[in-house]
């Protein structure tokens, strides 16, 4: 037996788009790119989309987009991947991190209004916060919204994990309380572009600025039958970056886009059935009521001291744990920046007690038995 945590999930459907797409005379730039844009847009509910190379190079593009800058401050989930607080590092701007609430492993909003306190009585207003959506299960932005709004703050939505996930009736990135919200397509998220990501937004000058940045900076003239030159002369108008999507990728992101919901009703399935068979050692991620989680990865704590043990039977009978994530600041990288490390005490629990068990579409009943059953032995 073999189990992974995770599994990319590709149809002969999804073969098919590509292969048209490999025989077509365009394989980068090209229709595909704007239509797989245009859907996701539609899908999300939101105003545009811009597709690009992965969701780093999204995360990148919507701090730019936003305005962020060397001299700025960001402020950055703990528990995220290390990509989430890099881009804020590649505009030059530093960064700190807020605390988590142990339950829901996103980031706690109590504590984070009372950091702003602070912040405007020592003059240190962070330009842009990012949150990150943990394991899919959406972060209650309207709130954090109403206390930054008056402060002029930017808020970046990190939904890699989330696309499909819902506020309400409103899908993540289709409502109006992130500035910017990201996805990625890395093949274990819910749909697979291979690599991939793609940034949301309803403010046209936020989707104008991160379009050019993706392409280098370069802008080109409309077609002008007048004078038919100026349209294949092309101009750079400031330093970009090339993070773009090739038609390729994004008919397979294209193809799988239908199946999101039909993708996210099994992972809700598979986390009803952990929650409900695990035993009471395992504490499960909370959700905020009216909120969908797509479960694009499913973490619980376990007792301080236990977690070892679990590791090694479940490595032992074939399947494979992991681990999401090392707080931030935690990383070496990052020790060596200033940031109040005394105040981050719930990440710190986390990072003691989490892991992450297997949940992806491709699991078998069985399977899905197999890790309960090892769990609840392991734990004993």
């Known amino acids: 037996m073999r189990i992974l945590y995770g599994s990319h999930s590709v149809s002969e459907k999804d073969v098919q788009a590509v292969s048209e797409v490999l025989l077509s005379e365009q394989l980068t730039q090209g229709p595909i790119v704007e239509e797989f844009e245009r859907r996701l847009a ?8 811009v597709v690009c190379s992965s969701g780093t190079a999204a995360l990148h593009l919507a701090c730019m987009a936003v305005g962020l800058r060397r001299g700025d401050i960001a402020w950055i989930t703990s528990i995220s991947f290390v990509a989430t607080a890099n881009a804020a590092l590649y505009c030059g701007a530093e960064v700190d991190f807020l605390d988590i609430d142990i339950e829901s492993f996103n980031v706690d909003i109590a504590k984070l209004e009372a950091k702003l306190v602070r912040a405007r009585i020592e003059k240190k207003i962070p330009k842009v916060i990012i949150v990150t959506d943990m394991c899919g299960c959406p972060i209650s932005l309207r709130s954090i919204r109403e206390f930054t709004k008056p402060l002029g703050i930017q808020i970046i939505e990190d939904a890699c994990h989330a696309l499909g996930s819902k506020r309400g009736d409103s899908h993540v990135g289709g409502d109006c309380d992130a500035d910017v ?19 949301v937004s309803h403010d046209p000058l936020i989707l104008s600025r991160a379009r050019l940045l993706r392409s280098h900076g370069i802008t080109k003239s409309a077609y002008n039958p007048t004078n038919p030159f100026e349209h294949l002369d092309y101009s750079q108008t400031q330093l970009g970056f090339n993070y773009r999507l090739p038609d390729i990728l994004c008919a397979l992101g294209l193809s799988q886009l239908d199946s999101v919901p039909e993708r996210v009703k099994v992972r809700n ?52 744990p992991s681990f999401h994530y090392k707080p931030i600041f935690l990383h070496d990288f990052y020790l060596t920046r200033m940031c109040d490390q005394d105040s981050l005490t719930a990440s710190r629990k986390y990072y003691n007690e989490a892991i992450t068990l297997p949940l992806h579409t491709c699991m078998s009943e069985d399977e899905i038995d197999a890790v309960v059953n090892i769990s609840n032995r392991a734990l004993r």
């Not at 539609?42 to 989309?49: E, L």
């Not at 009803?272 to 068979?277: G, Q």
């Not at 035993?279 to 694009?296: G, M």
């Open 269 to 320: 399935s598979i986390a009803s059935y952990y929650r409900e068979n695990l035993s009471e050692r395992f504490i499960a991620q909370t959700l905020p009521l009216n909120f969908v989680s797509a479960y694009h990865i499913y973490v619980t704590r376990v007792p301080v001291g236990k977690r070892a043990r679990l590791i090694a039977e479940l490595v032992a009978q074939g399947i494979q």
């Open 181 to 199: 919200t990201v996805f990625s397509f890395h093949p274990l998220k819910m749909i697979t572009t291979g690599e991939g990501g793609a940034l």
């Open 42 to 49: 539609s899908f999300v509910g939101t105003s545009g989309c």
